[in-house]
C-alpha cells in the first residue's frame, strides 16, 4: 500500500508560480510511477506530467514549457513546478501512483493522494 500527501497549493495570480509536492510513503513489492493529475469542478480529470521508468517525462500539451516535473529519490516526493500559471490551471491537483505506467497516464493509478488546491486569478 502507498500513501500520498500533496502539499504546495494556494492562490496566485495570473502569471505567477508554485511549487507542489508529493510525499510518498508505505511498502509495495513493486516499483512504482509517480504523476501529476487535475480536475476543475465540472470537467474531467485531466493528465498533467508523470515520469517513465528511465527518468524521461511525459507533459500533456497544455503545460508543455510552463510545468516541471521531478522527483527526489531519496525523499521520494515527487514535484511539479508550475509557471506562468493561468486562471484556467485553477483545478484540484492530484498525485497518484502506480506500477504500471501505462495504467497511470491513460487509465486511473491505483494509488492516490487527497489533492491540494491550486487557483489564479486574473
Known amino acids: 500500500q502507498v500513501q500520498l500527501v500533496e502539499s504546495g497549493g494556494g492562490s496566485v495570480q495570473a502569471g505567477g508560480s508554485l511549487r507542489l509536492s508529493c510525499a510518498a510513503s508505505?511498502?509495495?513489492?513493486?516499483?512504482?510511477?509517480m504523476g501529476w493529475f487535475r480536475q476543475a469542478p465540472g470537467k474531467e480529470r485531466e493528465r498533467l506530467a508523470t515520469?517513465?521508468?528511465?527518468?524521461?517525462?511525459r507533459y500533456a500539451d497544455s503545460v508543455v514549457g510552463r510545468f516541471t516535473i521531478s522527483k527526489d529519490n531519496v525523499r521520494n516526493t515527487l514535484y511539479l513546478q508550475m509557471n506562468n500559471l493561468k486562471p484556467e490551471d485553477t483545478a484540484m491537483y492530484y498525485c497518484?501512483?502506480?506500477?504500471?505506467?501505462?495504467?497511470?497516464?491513460?487509465?486511473?493509478?491505483?494509488?492516490w493522494g487527497r489533492g491540494t488546491q491550486v487557483t489564479v486569478s486574473s
Open positions: 508505505g511498502y509495495t513489492s513493486s516499483p512504482y510511477y
Open positions: 515520469m517513465t521508468s528511465v527518468g524521461s517525462t
Open positions: 497518484a501512483a502506480d506500477p504500471d505506467w501505462g495504467v497511470l497516464w491513460y487509465a486511473s493509478g491505483r494509488w
